[in-house]
C-alpha cells in the first residue's frame, strides 16, 4: 500500500522567514495531495490540496508543489506569522475511492 | 452547519475492558472516517463509512470495529483494550465518499488505557 514520509518532524523558523515541508509518497498512482494544519489543543483543517494534473497550487502565504517524477510534494509557507505555529500533515491517495494516507506530521514553530 | 461532534471527549479504561466511541457527522454529510492520532504517529486511518456501508479499512487488528446508523452517526468499538490503545481518536465526516472530499474532523475522544 500506499507509504508517505514527513521532514523535518520539527521545524522552528523566525517570524517573517519562509517554512518548507516536505513529503515522499511510494506508490507512484497516487494522485491526489492535501495538506491538514492542527493547532495545539484543535482539530485538524484542510488548508491547501493539489492534483496529480497540477503542479503547484497557490493560497495567499501558503503554496503546495508537486514533482511526480520525484515521488514528493512540499509545502511552503511564506512570511510566517506566530498563527502559523502548528503541526502540518501531508497526505496522499490513491483514488477517489481509497482512503487517505497521512505522514507523521512536522511540528511548526514560529518564534516571534 | 453544526460541525462534528465526538462523545465522550475523554475516556479513562484499563486493560482487558471495551469501549464504544460515538461519532455525529455534519447534517448532510454521509462518510465518516476513524483515525487513531498518537504522537509521532500521525494519523493512522481506521476505517471509513458511507451509508451504512464500510467503504474502506485500514491496517488494525479485529478489536477494532466500527458500524454506521441510517442517520449517519457511527460507533466505533475497542474491545480487549491493551495500552497502546491509549490515543486520540478523531473521526472525520465529508459530503461523499473517498479521500478527494475535504475531511471534518471531531474533536476527537482522548482514550487512556491504565
Known amino acids: 500500500g500506499e507509504n508517505v514520509e514527513q521532514h523535518p518532524s520539527t521545524l522552528s523558523v523566525q517570524e517573517g522567514d519562509s517554512a518548507v515541508i516536505k513529503c515522499t509518497y511510494s506508490?507512484?498512482?497516487?494522485?491526489?495531495f492535501p495538506w491538514y494544519k492542527q493547532e495545539l489543543g484543535k482539530r485538524p483543517q484542510l488548508i491547501i490540496d493539489?492534483?496529480?494534473?497540477?503542479g503547484e497550487k497557490k493560497d495567499q502565504r501558503i503554496a503546495v508543489t508537486l514533482n511526480k517524477t520525484a515521488k514528493h510534494f512540499s509545502l511552503h509557507i511564506t512570511e510566517t506569522q506566530p498563527e502559523d505555529s502548528a503541526v502540518y500533515f501531508c497526505?496522499?491517495?490513491?483514488?477517489?475511492?481509497?482512503?487517505?494516507?497521512f505522514g507523521k506530521g512536522t511540528r511548526l514553530s514560529v518564534i516571534a | 452547519k453544526a460541525g462534528v461532534t465526538q462523545t465522550p471527549r475523554y475516556l479513562i479504561k484499563t486493560r482487558g475492558q471495551q469501549v464504544t466511541l460515538s461519532c455525529s457527522p455534519i447534517?448532510?454529510?454521509?462518510?465518516v472516517s476513524w483515525y487513531q492520532q498518537t504522537p509521532g504517529q500521525g494519523l493512522q486511518f481506521l476505517f471509513e463509512?458511507?451509508?451504512?456501508?464500510?467503504?474502506n479499512k485500514g491496517n488494525f487488528p479485529g478489536r477494532f470495529s466500527g458500524r454506521q446508523f441510517s442517520n449517519s452517526r457511527s460507533e466505533m468499538n475497542v474491545s480487549t483494550l491493551e495500552l497502546g490503545d491509549s490515543a486520540l481518536y478523531l473521526c472525520?465526516?465529508?459530503?461523499?465518499?473517498?479521500?478527494?472530499?475535504?475531511?471534518?474532523f471531531g474533536p476527537g475522544t482522548r482514550l487512556t488505557v491504565l
Open positions: 493539489i492534483r496529480s494534473n497540477v
Open positions: 497526505a496522499a491517495a490513491l483514488s477517489g475511492n481509497t482512503p487517505l494516507v
Open positions: 472525520a465526516s465529508s459530503g461523499g465518499t473517498g479521500a478527494y472530499n475535504e475531511q471534518f
Open positions: 447534517s448532510g454529510h454521509r462518510s
Open positions: 506508490d507512484s498512482a497516487s494522485n491526489y
Open positions: 463509512y458511507f451509508s451504512e456501508t464500510q467503504r
